[in-house]
Every structure is written in structure tokens, then in C-alpha cells.
Antibody, heavy 114, light 109 residues
Framework: QVHLIQSGAEVKKPGASVKVSCKVSGLSLNKVSMHWVRQAPGQGLEWMGGFEPEDGETIFAQKFQGRVSVTEDTSAETAYLQVNRLTSEDTATYYC???????WGQGTRVIVSS | SYELIQPPSVSVSPGQTARITCSGDALPQKYAYWYQQKSGQVPVLVIYEDDKRPSEIPEKFSGSSSGTVATLTISGAQVDDEADYYCYSTDSSGNHGGVFGGGTKLTVL
């Protein structure tokens, strides 16, 4: 059975960076197309970025370009999302999801507060 | 930027059919996906590629797409179906970026 296991909650100060991890269990990381989605408190789902097979690379929503990156450690079967220059508006639960976003991690809560 | 438009809320009585729409200019060319999110829980895929249902999702959930509108239909809605429902699709322009609709709160009472 395949699972996505995310890292624990983070509290960061404005201007800092956060790195959220997503470990794939039961499947090889290089066989999945990973998406990243976030949800601010009381708000809807927001697609941040994901692997686009047509382009062969991860693409990001325009509002995140230049501030967000993804990396992978295939030996650890883990993908990482890094968000830089955090503001209070980045306070949200961050999810990794794979396939047609059929499988989701449990979410990582990130709080940005001075 | 590309948008998918959903009604903020839909309300039906138990046993009735609930229909939730999602409007987007690229939907004639791109698939729609639907996710159910109950309060405090992780989203669950209920419909993919317009009208396909994952094996673990009850048959009461169905999807369709015509022109610029995709529709999620929940037949015989029950209190347990109360949730936020989100459509997702991708832009047909060069960016190919994904986007979620604003979400629809389904109330069954």
C-alpha cells in the first residue's frame, strides 16, 4: 500500500524559509508525479505546483514562481517543497499529493508569525 | 490567470440529487477532477478525467463535462455527503498550470 508521509508542523518568522518533506512509502519516488497544494485556515485548496509530464518538469503557479522550489532525494524516497521569503499569508497546511492527486499526505501545518 | 468558477454553496434535502458545477474556459480541452473534503480531513478524489470514479468511491458520485462546464452529481445525497467539493483542472495555455475552483459547500438537511 502506498502512503505519503509528511514532516511535522513548523513555526517560522516572516522572511524565513521553510522546507516541507514528503516521503513516499510503498512505491518508488521516480514513478510518481508529485503535486503540492496548500490550504490557508478557513480557505479553499490552492495548487502550488506539480510535475507536468508534457513538459517533463515541475511547474509552479505563477504567484509562486521564483519563491518556491522542489527537490528530491531518491535514495530516501522523499520530495521536498521549499518556500522562501515567508509572510503571514503563507500560514497554511501544505499537502503533497500524487497520481491524479488520488493520494495525499496528511498535511504539514506552517505558521508564519513574528 | 486561469480560473474555475463554482457556486459557493448547494443545499439539498436527504435523498435528493445534488449537482455542483464548475465553469472554466479550458474545460472543453482539459479534464476536470473533483475532490471531497470533510471538515478537518484530507481531500479525497471522487471523480477523475471528467467522469471516471475511483473503485473505492460509491456509485452515487458521477461526473460529466459539456463545453465549458463540468458537473459533479451526487445521487441520493445523505448527511454524510456534507462536505466541501473542489473541482481541479489545468490551463490550456502554455503554462499548463493547475487550478482549483473556489469550492462548494454541500449542505444536506
Amino acid at each position: 500500500q502506498v502512503h505519503l508521509i509528511q514532516s511535522g508542523a513548523e513555526v517560522k518568522k516572516p522572511g524565513a524559509s521553510v522546507k516541507v518533506s514528503c516521503k513516499v512509502s510503498g512505491l518508488s519516488l521516480n514513478k510518481v508525479s508529485m503535486h503540492w497544494v496548500r490550504q490557508a485556515p478557513g480557505q479553499g485548496l490552492e495548487w502550488m505546483g506539480g510535475f507536468e509530464p508534457e513538459d517533463g518538469e515541475t511547474i509552479f503557479a505563477q504567484k509562486f514562481q521564483g519563491r518556491v522550489s522542489v527537490t528530491e532525494d531518491t535514495s530516501a524516497e522523499t520530495a521536498y517543497l521549499q518556500v522562501n521569503r515567508l509572510t503571514s499569508e503563507d500560514t497554511a497546511t501544505y499537502y503533497c499529493a500524487t497520481g491524479a492527486m488520488a493520494l495525499w499526505g496528511q498535511g504539514t501545518r506552517v505558521i508564519v508569525s513574528s | 490567470s486561469y480560473e474555475l468558477i463554482q457556486p459557493p454553496s448547494v443545499s439539498v434535502s436527504p435523498g435528493q440529487t445534488a449537482r455542483i458545477t464548475c465553469s472554466g474556459d479550458a474545460l472543453p480541452q482539459k479534464y476536470a477532477y473533483w475532490y471531497q473534503q470533510k471538515s478537518g480531513q484530507v481531500p479525497v478524489l471522487v471523480i477523475y478525467e471528467d467522469d471516471k470514479r475511483p473503485s473505492e468511491i460509491p456509485e452515487k458520485f458521477s461526473g460529466s463535462s459539456s463545453g465549458t462546464v463540468a458537473t459533479l452529481t451526487i445521487s441520493g445525497a445523505q448527511v454524510d455527503d456534507e462536505a466541501d467539493y473542489y473541482c481541479y483542472s489545468t490551463d490550456s495555455s502554455g503554462n499548463h498550470g493547475g487550478v482549483f475552483g473556489g469550492g462548494t459547500k454541500l449542505t444536506v438537511l
